[in-house]
């Protein structure tokens, strides 16, 4: 990103969440706070209708990997003993304001400066309050610690953590991706984490290319380029090496039926493109 602005990327994210209640009425992923939250922005919303039923893929795909990466950590909240959530690279997601679980669940935002102080501009305009539950935690992925920033934080170590890691790992270089899965999988207390990322061009459909291409095309005139794509055998082996026991990449066609179920099944889909992936250590036992 720019330095000392806020990212452009975050915000295009958080216009199609915006886009997806006007336009869609939440009917994947329902976030009262989207369209507040982007305040004289969302004027730009309704007033360009036509341009996002244009993105209706990527819009999609943002929906979907809030809503899938939100339904798993209700899961892990009520059956697996998850007391902390990480949202790495927040951006304008609301999910730290709509915390269903309340105090039972602490909330740490980690992003970039400069996005973190314009979202909290943000905040105080649209009257969003902020919960007890959240600690905001300043990182720049590429030149901070983030355990450490995490640390001083009030993180619990010996708490498992869930981490919501989504729209950023294209933009990172595989050395800060691999830096930040390995602190993941070593959390003392065990760990989960939800991250999106993209196939390398060569595997996607010729038919996404261009629309492929003109994204990439658009993040690098944003300062974000893409960075980092993965061959997703290669990247399973790679969680494994690093301590994760249980691996679940979701391509298209997956995403499609955890959302769907039997309505999505046989639906000819192109190849390649981006996947939403889950991985996680074993549980910790704890005594009484």
Known sequence: MIEREPSRTALAAATYRAAHQVFEAGRIFSDP???PILGDAADHVLANAESHQARRGILFFVVARSKLAEDELARAVEARGVKQVVVLGAGLDTFSYRNPFGDRLSVFEVDHPATQAWKHRRLREAGIGVPKSLTYVPVDFERE?????????????DVRTYFMWLGVAPYLTLQAITSTLAYVAGHPGGAEVVFDYGEPRDAVDPSLR???????????AAGEPFLSFFVPAELEG???????DRVVDLDLPAI???????EAAG???PRGGGHVLFASTALVATSD
Request: proline share 7%.
């Open 256 to 262: 499609l039926t955890r959302l769907f179920g039997d």
């Open 145 to 157: 610690n983030l355990s450490e920033q995490l640390a001083r934080a009030g993180l619990d170590p």
């Open 33 to 35: 706070l989207a369209v």
């Open 238 to 244: 790679l969680l494994r090496r690093l301590g994760f």
């Open 267 to 269: 639906a000819p889909l």
């Open 210 to 220: 261009p629309q492929y291409e003109r994204r990439a095309a658009n993040a690098a």
